[in-house]
Structure formats: C-alpha cells, structure tokens
C-alpha cells in the first residue's frame, strides 16, 4: 500500500504545479486588471476568507468589501462611463452565492416590511448597458439598508448627476460609497439600528460617497489626475429629513469622509497630488443651483 501512495504521489505533483500556478496567476490577474479598483482599495480588503469583516469581492462590474457581521458592504467601488449606460430593464433582488461558505448571505426578505429600502451602492442605471450588467447590481452584497428619502431624493439626485457628467460632459467617474455607523431612520420615523427576519442587517448612521471626476478618458488615468482634478464627498443622514438636494451635503471634502470612516481613497495617486486636493469640499457650479 505505501508503494502504491507513492507511485501516485510522484505522478500527481507535475500535475497539481502547474495547476496551482495558473490560479495564483490568475488571482494576481483579477487584482492587477481590476478597473474598479485604479485608484485603490480603501480598507486594503483581501479575499482571505479570514477577513470576514474586510472580504475584498472583486465582481465583473464593481468591487467592494464585504461585512460578515453587518450584512452589508464597507464600501463598494466603480468605474463610470459612457459605455456603462443603457435602458437595461430593473431586475430582482437575490443573495450573494459567490460569498465563501460559512458567511452570511443577506435575503431580500431581510428587508421586506423594515421600513427601509434596499438601496443600492452600485446604481443600476450605472450599469444599463446590458442586462447583465444591469442585473449584476441587485446581488444583496452591494446594498444597504438606506431611508427612503435618501434612496429616492438627494441620494438618488446625486447618481444622477454623476451619469449626467459622464453623459453630457463626457467625463470618467471613479466612485466609491458605503455605509458608516449604525442607527438610521426608518418610514414611520422610528430609529433602528438593525432589521432583519431571518439574518441581522445593520442599519446605518449615514451614506457617504466620494467622486473623482476626470476628462474624458485613456489608457492611464492615474496619470491624468493633477492638480484641477475634481473631488466630490457627501456624507448624507440615513433618515427622512433628507430632501431632493443632494448639494446640501456636498460641505464636505474626501479628507472628511476618511476621518470619518478611517479609509483611505485614491491612494494609487501620488500623494503629493491627491492629498491636496482631498482637503478642499467641491465647490463647482452646478447647473440649476
């Protein structure tokens, strides 16, 4: 018997090398190539199943990191633009199957009767194009538990206007949002920190959101930041005191919104260009206010 395990032993290790090989490769790849991710990884996630509460998820059409304990995503990153947007129909909400065994996947009936959307991070309007990629964002792990008035006024003005930029202006977006804190305001006023019915979601404090916002488009957009690239942040109340204006919660600058949550965005850029910039809220004009 021990000869007959070493025999296949010694034939099954050429096999299993180049095996291992091209999936390390391939993992490398997916990090590398990843344009949700050009300008960092703001709470340098990884795909460890260890990393429960920072589990880096890298998606065909966002990347996020993922929080076994909220049931929520700590933020979630993408790329805006002009071929990302279409008339792709809404599709259903449905759990995350690619989460590693052993986590949570969140329901949509977790949220049914909360008093709370299920409002989306990654918006599907920002990925229209096709029906796949429109259905690609109603997975739970890219949404929140999000008041309605934020989901459907300021919160949904300020998707918007980034799609119009990106429409009109022929901009390239680099977006990445999440939630922070925990106690929002759920449609009958009432302040709850968690829903849930058969998993626990936490409900959050706030929304934030921070925009770069770049000409055009090209093969390296790092190096196309400088010193007049603009930043948009936001941090909003996740309650119905929210109105239609997302502006009203544009006072603040990226450098705000890392305080706060103690990530660290577009660090790809070289600092001596980006942290400038990330100390200044927007001011822009912006048309109709």
């Given at each position: 018997?021990?000869?007959?395990?070493?025999?296949?032993?010694?034939?099954?290790l050429p096999l299993l090398i180049p095996l291992l090989i091209l999936l390390s490769?391939?993992?490398?790849?997916?990090?590398?190539?990843?344009?949700?991710?050009?300008?960092?990884?703001?709470?340098?996630?990884?795909?460890?199943?260890?990393?429960?509460?920072?589990?880096?998820?890298?998606?065909?059409?966002?990347?996020?990191?993922?929080?076994?304990?909220?049931?929520?995503?700590?933020?979630?990153?993408?790329?805006?633009?002009?071929?990302?947007?279409?008339?792709?129909p809404r599709y259903s909400f449905y759990p995350d199957q690619t989460l590693p065994d052993g986590f949570t996947?969140?329901?949509?009936?977790?949220?049914?009767?909360?008093?709370?959307?299920?409002?989306?991070?990654?918006?599907?309007?920002?990925?229209?194009?096709?029906?796949?990629?429109?259905?690609?964002?109603f997975v739970m792990s890219n949404i929140i538990p999000q008041a309605k008035n934020v989901n459907e006024k300021a919160w949904a003005q300020l998707e918007k206007y980034c799609r119009d930029?990106?429409?009109?202006?022929?901009?390239?977006?680099?977006?990445?949002?999440?939630?922070?804190?925990?106690?929002?305001?759920?449609?009958?006023?009432?302040?709850?920190?968690?829903?849930?019915r058969r998993h626990t979601v936490e409900v959050p404090a706030v929304c934030w959101k921070v925009i770069?916002?770049?000409?055009?488009?090209?093969?390296?957009?790092?190096?196309?930041?400088?010193?007049?690239t603009r930043l948009i942040a936001v941090i909003m109340p996740n309650d119905e005191t929210v109105g239609e204006d997302w502006t009203r919660y544009r006072n603040h600058s990226v450098k705000d919104v890392e305080n706060l949550t103690g990530y660290k965005f577009f660090d790809k850029v070289p600092a001596t260009i980006v942290d400038p910039l990330k100390q200044k809220p927007d001011a822009a004009p912006i048309r109709g206010h």
């Open positions: 018997m021990a000869d007959i395990r070493t025999k296949w032993g010694r034939h099954r490769m391939g993992a490398a790849a997916a990090g590398a190539d990843s344009p949700h991710l050009t300008m960092g990884n703001p709470s340098n996630a990884t795909p460890k199943t260890r990393d429960r509460d920072n589990y880096l998820m890298e998606k065909p059409y966002f990347a996020l990191s993922y929080n076994n304990r909220k049931g929520t995503p700590n933020w979630v990153s993408w790329r805006l633009t002009a071929a990302d947007l279409g008339r792709a996947r969140i329901l949509p009936a977790d949220y049914t009767g909360s008093g709370f959307d299920r409002g989306h991070m990654c918006p599907h309007e920002d990925r229209s194009a096709t029906t796949e990629m429109s259905e690609a964002t930029l990106v429409k009109y202006q022929k901009k390239t977006l680099y977006i990445i949002c999440g939630p922070f804190g925990a106690g929002g305001q759920d449609a009958t006023g009432m302040k709850r920190k968690t829903i849930g770069m916002v770049l000409d055009g488009g090209g093969d390296d957009d790092i190096a196309r930041v400088n010193g007049r």
